[in-house]
């Protein structure tokens, strides 16, 4: 399988290795924090601690003009954190940090982070910064994001209600009672770039965004479904359209809470018309197929998916293909 399309989704970028084998090993944590060249990413209320090269956050304008990093610090610096999960350990040799490096995510509370950095510009969310940030930041921030994520709703045995602790270095959680295992989750999505007999694409707009706002479709996979058959289903019921000739395109995390976004094509079936559309007015208030040149035309008045998400890399791609990759895929 070929992943020249998933390297260019910015979550799905990494450059860590998880070092899962040691996370059962006792005592690690107070290893990890007795090692003066732990490295440790903070977060607090989701956002990452960063820092810009020398000379370059003199002004907001420069921090712009400049590529930011993570903030590693070293273990000492970080208070008493409320908890934190061994990462890995970093693989690139042109890091800050040496190869080899492991690296703790620790949470802390208001207080603690006004004590580490007061300056709130120094703490960014994933979404505003991950297309600036490098392969190794990228994908360790969203493994942080995505495991403190799950921390944060499975604090009690859902078999028993009983609290929960934390073990194997945060990636397990234990009922105290019924010694019940909780692993971390993740809620698979699918997201589908439909086309029609003439090649255009289409796209819903969603109750809960400004009403210029569009994407393409995207719903979750419901249990012991395959994946195209979620995509069959969720295009229908948020479309009235039946899909066909699913094509798997790539996946990225989508940690916001515990989510990854699974990209399809799918092709209007040919028993449907392109103006059978039916939104199912709850989630989906709008749908409209777009030309690329409408699509582009588009510009002056639509909000199309950030840089971050897998729907924008999708669209993207679509609206460059070239006329020999829309030959090759049958289209016009």
Not at 28 to 55: F, I, S
Not at 60 to 77: F, G, I, K, N
Not at 187 to 202: E, F, S
Request: charged residues 25%.
């Amino acid at each position: 399988m070929s992943f020249r399309f998933t390297t260019r989704l910015p979550l799905s970028r990494h450059a860590v290795d998880r070092d899962h084998t040691v996370r059962t090993t006792p005592g690690l944590m107070h290893q990890l924090w007795a090692d003066a060249d732990t490295r440790v990413l903070l977060l607090w209320h989701g956002k990452a601690l960063l820092e810009w090269p020398p000379g370059a956050a003199a002004s907001e304008e420069e921090r712009t003009a400049a590529a930011p990093r993570l903030d590693l610090v070293p273990a000492h610096r970080v208070p008493e954190a409320a908890f934190s999960v061994y990462l890995g350990r970093s693989l690139p040799h042109d890091a800050p940090e040496p190869a080899g490096t492991r690296l703790v995510a620790a949470v802390l509370t208001d207080e603690q982070a006004a004590a580490v950095e007061p300056d709130e510009e120094r703490w960014a969310g994933l979404r505003a910064v991950v297309t600036q940030l490098g392969d190794r930041d990228a994908g360790l921030f969203t493994e942080a994001l995505g495991v403190v994520n799950w921390h944060g709703s499975h604090g009690f045995c859902p078999r028993c209600g009983s609290a929960t602790a934390i073990e194997d270095a945060g990636w397990v959680r234990r009922c105290a009672h019924c010694g019940n295992q909780v692993f971390p989750r993740t809620d698979p999505a699918v997201i589908v770039l439909i086309t029609d007999r003439d090649d255009r694409i289409l796209l819903g707009s969603n109750a809960l965004w400004e009403n210029n706002r569009y994407s393409l479709l995207a719903g979750f996979v419901e249990p012991g479904e395959p994946l195209e058959a979620a995509v069959v289903r969720e295009m229908f019921e948020e479309s009235g359209l039946r899909v066909s000739d699913p094509v798997y395109l790539g996946s990225q995390p989508w940690p916001f809470p515990a989510s990854i976004m699974c990209g399809f094509t799918a092709r209007l079936a040919d028993d449907q018309a392109a103006v059978d559309l039916v939104p199912d007015g709850e989630e989906i208030l709008d749908l409209r197929w777009f030309s690329r040149q409408e699509l582009l035309d588009a510009a002056e008045w639509m909000i199309l998916p950030g840089a971050s998400s897998i729907a924008h890399a999708m669209i993207e791609q679509w609206l460059t293909a070239t006329p020999a990759a829309r030959a090759e895929s049958g289209r016009p």
